[in-house]
């Protein structure tokens, strides 16, 4: 299925403007409350955050790196593969979601973290997540590849942006019902 590449864009930059919004607003809430959790082997919001930054400081540089690479011309329409949309769809938040195994690599569970970093990472990560939206507009999503957490994997660009975008709503959804059973 093939979709416009600008709406597509559109899309992940309103949702990371918000994700944005949500991470200035942490800033505001104690430290205690960050790490506050349901139970032990649940996350804190203050985890969850971490677990965003821990993905995204791995798919952030590869996003930049592969479209700095290429040279391949601008498409409008961008058409996702079987697995990259399988992939990027089941992150979309939605009522009783499926729990989805993390990666070691990425789980940041009973760690100790401090607020300020934790969050100032976050919002970087954001804000150059942005760049990187507003740099796609003139890149083909459909031809540009990237690497994944997984290494055998490779995933177009708009479902890598898909990806981590909607992955992102995921765990900010978690972290704000972390923080309103409190």
């Not at 809430?29 to 993905?55: D, G, R, T, V």
């Not at 990027?88 to 760690?111: G, R």
């Amino acid at each position: 299925m093939k979709q416009d590449s600008k709406k597509l864009i559109d899309e992940l930059t309103q949702l990371t403007t918000s994700h944005l919004n949500y991470a200035n607003s942490l800033k505001t809430i104690n430290q205690e409350q960050l790490n506050w959790k349901i139970n032990p082997k649940s996350w804190s919001a203050l985890e969850c955050i971490e677990h965003l930054n821990m993905c995204c400081d791995f798919y952030v540089p590869e996003i930049k790196k592969r479209m700095q690479s290429s040279s391949l011309p601008k498409s409008d329409f961008f058409k996702g593969s079987y697995l990259g949309n399988k992939f990027s769809l089941s992150m979309i938040p939605k009522e009783k979601m499926k729990k989805v195994k993390t990666f070691k690599k990425v789980n940041p569970i009973n760690s100790q973290l401090e607020k300020e970093n934790v969050i100032s990472s976050f919002i970087h990560h954001l804000k150059e997540l942005l760049e990187s939206l507003d740099d796609a507009k003139n890149k083909n999503l459909t031809k540009i590849k990237t690497s994944t957490l997984l290494p055998l994997l490779k995933l177009r660009l708009g479902n890598t942006l898909q990806l981590v975008i909607y992955h992102n709503e995921r765990h900010i959804m978690q972290a704000k019902k972390a923080l309103s059973v409190k």
